[in-house]
């Protein structure tokens, strides 16, 4: 009686789905709590933040942490920081005589790109 009780189960077992387990970093702090009791050796799993739980399962895993690529700044060619203080100079004269002559819109304008110049010297004297 018994052992058609325990083949009932696993065929029930083996009927289910085998769910494909989520990326540990998407999993909430109870499931990975749950995962890591399963780990010889690790103890006050239920005192543990996130952030530990990760470390101790992936530490046991032998998964490793890869530091996320930093893009590389976009560096204008053949620009040179006197160039482009140059350039502003230019600007700010316009800028004046847009002032002079009341046209807001010319000199909302010329103030951004004068604002976008000095980013890229900073940029470019940084290279």
Not at 19 to 39: G, N, S, V, Y
Not at 67 to 94: D, F, M, S, W, Y
Request: positive net charge; glycine residues 4%.
């Amino acid at each position: 009686m018994e052992e058609e009780v325990k083949n009932e189960e696993t065929q029930e077992e083996e009927k289910r789905p085998i769910e494909e387990e989520k990326p540990l970093d998407k999993m909430t702090a109870p499931e990975l709590r749950e995962i890591a009791k399963e780990i010889p050796g690790v103890t006050g799993v239920h005192a543990m933040k996130k952030d530990q739980l990760l470390a101790i399962i992936k530490e046991h895993r032998g998964i490793k942490d890869e530091a996320p690529k930093r893009k590389k700044a976009k560096k204008p060619v053949g620009v040179t920081p006197k160039q482009l203080k140059e350039k502003i100079a230019q600007l700010k004269a316009e800028k004046e005589a847009a002032r002079q002559a009341q046209d807001k819109k010319r000199v909302d304008i010329l103030r951004r790109r004068i604002n976008r110049l000095k980013k890229q010297t900073r940029k470019v004297a940084l290279a």
